[in-house]
């Protein structure tokens, strides 16, 4: 029996393991694929406390990982939950074809990209569509492509992508960016980038591969076709919780709710990273909620000894 399971390797999960078992609390790590999340899909961060030149985010990931199992984090990748009970002070996770016992459990399941429901986004999926710039920008040297979603994380790897692309046209259905200021100044007056705000992406278009899509201007109601052969998706996320639904408290978003100690609904399981129900979703408020989570398990299990 493990003191505290975590479920999701990604920064808040990492960080979570590195404290329970700094504690010498018996931790393991459930990831359903490979361990980084979100994170390590992205090229480049700047914004992380320690490196004033920046870091790749699976190099960062990397380090998280190492320092967890320096610790004694155990850590299993390609194991996805399936279900979660709670019985007798006892948590049991079920996977594919384990079960694993603890006496607490966080959630770090984080949050996957939002599909639009729009034609042609299922049927292009890797024949143009793309939710990965870090993975699938090389497939696009040379050629034009569409951004959906001018927040961080949309202008964020557009920029990388511009060391491929020929042109890059952000299309966001808000009059607005929301990406942070420092990122728009980097982008805004690069002659291979446009903007197309205040847009509606209406479809993804081709034939064995992207050509174009179909925007509208929510304004005019003009629609318009844009000629690309790629389309990345960074417009939002919706939270991995559905093996929780039945178990802990949602909002109606579907995220978690906790306290202040990152206590669910229920004693003994915790939320933390992007899974949580708040407004800010960001690297390091998810490392701070890690560690909240980490001290409050701690406590908790002190409460009822073994």
Known sequence: MYDVIIIGGGPAGLTAGIYTSRDRLKTLVLEKS?????VATADFIENYPGFPDGVKGVDLMVKLKKQAEVFGTEIVELKEIKSIKQESGKITVQTQKEEYISRSLIVASGSI???LGIPGETEFRGKGVSYCATCDGPFFKDKDIVIVGCGNSGLQEGKALLSFVKTITFIDFLPFMKAAKILQEQLQGNKKVMFLLNHEVLSINGANTVNS???KNRQTNEEKMV?????????GF???SGFVKDIVELD??????????????VAGIYAVGDIRSKEVRQITVACGEATIAAISVRDYLQEFPK
């Open 34 to 38: 490979m361990c980084g999340g979100l």
């Open 238 to 240: 919706l939270p991995n």
């Open 252 to 265: 109606k978003d579907g995220y978690i709710k906790t306290n202040e100690k990152m206590q669910t609904s």
């Open 113 to 115: 990209p939002k599909m």
């Open 227 to 235: 000629l690309v052969s790629g389309v990345f998706m960074y417009a």
């Open 213 to 215: 899509v179909t925007v």
